[in-house]
């Protein structure tokens, strides 16, 4: 995704806020997972089960902000293909907040920003790899987020590369959205952009959901693996079972 030339560069005291809790919010993501990483490889701690749920959770929420920016971009392109690319307010203020780790660069702000999109959503992917690790045999949540996992990956890696080659003095950004640099800036590179990262992150949207929802079939084996049970339904009474205690009709001596 491209920035919008001319955009306001003075970043106040919210669009700075905003940037360190979007960084706190990656950090602590990774930081579940690295619990949960070394979590499964020790004796059984149910606790665990929720830093798992909690973590697929937020990075779902992440992942629906961050996808919804690349809609908002895609629709605004469709009647207006000729204009700069338009990011929406709240993704100016953070690319604001982040450009100022060089002021010098532009776009430098934009591509940090979803570089660190990326990976809290990645971070999601892989929690459901984590959560499911305990279960015996073939789970399709497991499948569906190993698959997400190996494709956010790889587009994680590009914004790695489009965000290093911006940072280390490009004049423009380097990769596979941008044709390696080959296509001029204008409305070609603009076009191709958006709809290059919309793409990708719409098959991994979908790719999320469909683990999501496996996983949620799937539950009673994953909570199992964590110790914990469905509740056991109430233990039959007598008066259940046994035909002697059912209730007479009223008025029967």
Do not use: C
Not at 79 to 96: E, I, K, L, V
Not at 123 to 141: D, F, M, P
Not at 206 to 235: N, Q
């Amino acid at each position: 995704m491209t920035g919008m030339p001319g955009m306001e560069s003075t970043a106040s005291t919210v669009d700075t806020l905003g940037a360190v809790l979007f960084i706190g919010w990656a950090v602590a993501m990774w930081g579940a997972v690295a619990v949960l990483a070394v979590g499964n490889r020790r004796p059984l701690r149910p606790g665990l089960y929720k830093v798992a749920v909690a973590l697929i959770g937020i990075g779902v929420i992440g992942q629906i902000g961050h996808f919804q920016e690349h809609v908002a971009q895609a629709a605004y392109w469709i009647g207006h293909p000729y204009d700069p690319a338009w990011m929406t307010p709240w993704g100016n203020s953070f690319s604001r907040g982040f450009g100022q780790v060089d002021a010098s660069k532009p776009s430098l702000g934009m591509e940090i920003l979803h570089l660190i999109g990326n990976f809290i959503f990645l971070a999601g992917l892989v929690g459901i790899v984590q959560i499911t690790h305990r279960v015996a045999g073939q789970l399709k949540s497991r499948k569906w987020a190993r698959m997400g996992v190996w494709m956010q990956g790889i587009h994680g890696l590009e914004h790695v590369v489009l965000t290093l080659s911006v940072a280390l003095g490009a004049s423009r950004a380097i990769g596979l959205s941008t044709w390696f640099g080959a296509i001029e800036p204008g409305p070609a590179l603009a076009t191709y952009r958006i709809w290059w990262h919309f793409v990708a992150n719409a098959v991994g949207t979908t790719i999320l959901g469909i683990a999501v929802y496996h996983l949620w079939k799937e539950k009673r084996a994953v909570r199992a693996s964590f110790g914990l049970t469905e509740d056991a339904p109430a233990a039959a009474t007598p008066a259940d079972d046994d035909p002697a205690h059912t209730l007479e009709p009223a008025g029967r001596p």
